[in-house]
DNA sequence: CATGAATGAGTCTTCATTCAT
DNA sequence: AATGAATGAAGACTCATTCAT
């Protein structure tokens, strides 16, 4: 919300409100200036609000920031989560459904990576992001485990690991989520859902159809 | 090198080595502090020189960054550019030799891949960087995709596209990049290595030994 | 009142109700802070009222200060007031109970020396001060060098200056003040009080008795 | 020394002479606007000094505070000091000159206690106060006790008590330092020193000649 | 009368850069 | 070539005061 829409906004607002709206202020602030470029008065200038508003709501830039991964991590988590524990879906395609959620535009959009990449580049919101975030990535990588077990079980691949293949599958995911900053024109969100088909094709050719194979838009420029 | 050796260092030094000396010293501050909490005092403190000297030799502090991550820069390229060209390796041996360059221990210490995501997570950087690596960033691509070909022609693979494989194996090299500094006790270098293997193992197996499996060490924890 | 026991308290109260409970939250808070570090947020969560109590009922920070520092200058004038006039007591008795009202616990609580000296510590209400209190303080002053000088005319005393000596008894006074704030050890309300004692007995021995001789406690420490 | 004048001093100076200037302009500032009121800007503006020379000497506010106050301290301890310690006076001179020593114009400035009570209004510098100066108080109290046990002694005094007078001596030097301050046309250094000999001719009247009886300036006001 | 969210001017502090030596 | 004292712009944070409810 910029600054012109937010002055119709009325004086004051409840407590949930505000810390949202600054939240997604700083987010698209990081996005373009990340941590060291980002100042309150840019976040606060962008929310359409006054400077004092962050240590009213947030107590410091850091707890701002920190609240503000938070938000991330725990949209990526339910976006998964609630694939992993819909009972109408089979196991490939919640295995699917877990491996392409990463891309879906809502949790994915060119400013949230970079907002994601912005945090990981400082120690010390690595640091805090483990410390938030390590039982759901936990959680995640057993999921994924889990499903590749089922499969491998039900389809009697004899030449699969469950937890090589869910380790593969996370950090292909990741290095995909990388260079879609690094070179958007190369990684687009439709190239990496591609790519994740395909190597669950490649692993479980009974379970999983052919990928459309999407021209590689440019390399890696 | 520390600030104690380099106490007895002369005072003056050719260019070369006191830029050199410069480098280095940000790399292992940048490693611990990123870009936001380094400031020049840090850099030449570690060096164990004076403050302006900085000015003297890169005029600026974004100066000193960009020549940093050229370092950097250069010395991943070199690592696979050797292997590429080396005449007396065959192309399998190639194909894997760049695939595990980038988990050589000068290449990919715990500090420098700090750094690499240090300025990865700067939208400043991300631009420098593509602007300094594309053309080795592609013509790293061009290489693994070569490589894939040639392998695919002799071997006959007729279910594997060589752009495809290329894409994944820097992505997937990349995502362990990064869950090496996440968690560090479930992605080591030899387990990345493991991996790539893997991969390889299972699109040219013909060509490519079973990898060693590596114990999954514990979990994204 | 603390916050607790605040909130039973109805939403609404009189003027000089609310007044004197913000009034005694501010000396509270000031013996702690002083005045840089007293905020209005300090003294009316103390008060267990709201943040804009303070405009409503003093209009700005200044003028609540002002009003605390009169409310303690009326509040040690009328201890030595009534004394003064009280035509019960004989002369003797009432320059003794002039000279020890200041440190009747009442009057001089460690918080409350504190907040006098809190006072003292700014130019700003030490000009306050003055034109609030000069008129006492003369009188006081008056005071006391009558009652000195109805002594020297009974007892004959030659040696003795009223006015001297009642400055003298006056700065003594606030001198034992400001060390019992320095080292609350060594000067004691009741160690005060035989000081001036001592005082008294050694200018007019016809009139007063030796002093208790309090052990000194343990020096300026 | 104003900014005016700075300005013609060279661009650097030894780290003492900076210190001493920016003490020199804090104990300035200080007694007109006391802590609360005394800005970074104003100590360094000044001093005709830039705003960030503070933190390079001496890292914070708070420590250039301190600083500020342990000097004053010094000042006092060494002028008292080196009277108690001067071989060449007797034990009366010594007693009086301790006495008046508070008083000399180098010492007693009307800026000077400004800032001493700046301090003494905040309970964190009473504490640094004590913390620095429990010893020369000590040390101060020890020798008045002395020297008046010396006394008490050689004349034979049977009414007097070294313990009690040294702690009058103290507490009356400070209260007049409080009424210097809040009424200088009452009490001035020539009219405190009178009060102090009067104190001393009193109690040691063979010691002491009669102190010259200044007129009462104009009362406290 | 009373509330407390919101404001924004003011302060301390940091730090890249400059410059006299 | 090298030093490091000095600068001053910029940022995080505080807090007296305002105002809609």
């Not at 959680?139 to 004899?158: K, Q």
């Amino acid at each position: 919300m910029s600054a012109q829409q937010a002055q119709k906004q009325p004086r004051t607002a409840p407590k949930e409100v505000r810390q949202q709206q600054l939240i997604d202020a700083t987010i698209n602030v990081l996005a373009e200036k990340s941590i060291s470029g980002t100042t309150m008065a840019d976040v606060t200038g962008h929310a359409g609000l006054s400077m004092g508003i962050v240590s009213l709501h947030f107590k410091s830039k850091d707890n701002l920031l920190t609240s503000s991964l938070r938000h991330l991590a725990m949209e990526l988590r339910d976006a998964w989560l609630v694939i992993f524990r819909d009972p109408t879906l089979t196991v490939p395609q919640k295995l699917m459904g877990i491996a392409t959620a990463s891309f879906d535009p809502e949790i994915c959009s060119p400013k949230k990576i970079a907002v994601w990449f912005a945090f990981f580049g400082e120690a010390r919101y690595r640091k805090v992001y483990r410390e938030m975030a390590e039982e759901f990535d936990d959680e995640r990588s057993d999921a994924l485990e889990e499903l590749c077990t089922a499969l491998i079980e039900e389809g009697g691949y004899t030449d699969v690991r469950a937890e090589d293949l869910a380790t593969t599958m996370e950090c292909l995911c990741d290095g995909m989520w990388l260079n879609m900053i690094l070179y958007p024109e190369w990684i687009t969100p439709d190239y990496a859902e591609a790519q994740m088909t395909n190597l669950l094709v490649r692993h479980f050719p009974k379970h999983f159809d052919a990928p459309r194979h999407l021209p590689k838009p440019c390399g890696p420029t």
